[in-house]
Nanobody, 120 residues
Framework: QVQLVESGGGLVQPGGSLRLSCAAS????????MGWYRQAPGKQRELVAA???????NYADSVKGRFTISRDNAKNTVYLQMNSLKPEDTAVYYC??????????????WGQGTQVTVSS
């Protein structure tokens, strides 16, 4: 059974930094794209950043220059370094992975979410 477990959320003041981690575990053959999404109260879930297995990245315009996504393929882990945080970054952040598992094969998986709150 595949699991994505996130960590690193919390409360931070505006201008501060946080680093999120998401580790995939289970019977995994390979992982393709990995990404971070977020959902604020009353809003739809949106893509924050994504990274391919080869390391190509893309970001939402709202976080370009402030957030950095990276991954460690040996550890099946993706990271999101968030700097210069703003109150509007407050949301539940979700990890997503497009991967091939022993069973049931290729599919998209989600983590349980981690709360990020930016407030003074």
């Amino acid at each position: 059974q595949v699991q994505l477990v996130e960590s690193g959320g919390g409360l931070v003041q505006p201008g501060g930094s946080l680093r999120l981690s998401c580790a995939a575990s289970g019977s995994i053959f390979s992982i393709y794209n990995m990404g971070w999404y977020r959902q604020a109260p009353g809003k739809q879930r949106e893509l924050v950043a994504a990274i391919t297995s080869g390391g190509s990245t893309n970001y939402a315009d709202s976080v370009k220059g402030r957030f950095t996504i990276s991954r460690d393929n040996a550890k099946n882990t993706v990271y999101l370094q968030m700097n210069s945080l703003k109150p509007e970054d407050t949301a539940v952040y979700y990890c997503n992975a497009d991967l091939v598992a022993v069973l049931p094969g290729r599919g998209g998986y989600w983590g349980q979410g981690t709360q990020v709150t930016v407030s003074s």
